[in-house]
């Protein structure tokens, strides 16, 4: 069941981008796990900035695309705890990761990734002109 719509899926996409970027803050994360997030702030800020979809500026990658690569990075996320070695330094770091990786996975099983990432677009053109 696609529950999430293109609109939708970008609001998640700048509160999970804020979320990483404050991540640091709210859990007291310093060194590589502070840098992780900023990186993955940034880099996911610029991935939602270049999906085709409503809340989209550059409109270079296809939904889908943005979809694969979200899939790629909720496995990447449940995994980096064990990948780099920091499953039993930080469980707090750990933890967050894997939630994070379990959220992502959820949005992407939740998204309509086939849907008109440009029906709001379509709806001006259909409306009566006055």
Known sequence: MKVISPRMHGMLDYGTIALFALAPTLFNFDGPYATACYVLAAGYLLITLMTDFPLGVMRMI???????????????LLA??????FHDDNTLARNFFMVMGVVFLGSWMLTDWRADTHAANNMKNIAPQH
């Open 62 to 76: 296809p939904f889908p695309m943005h979809g694969g690569l979200e899939l790629v990075s909720g496995l990447a």
């Open 80 to 85: 980096a705890p064990f990948i780099f070695g």
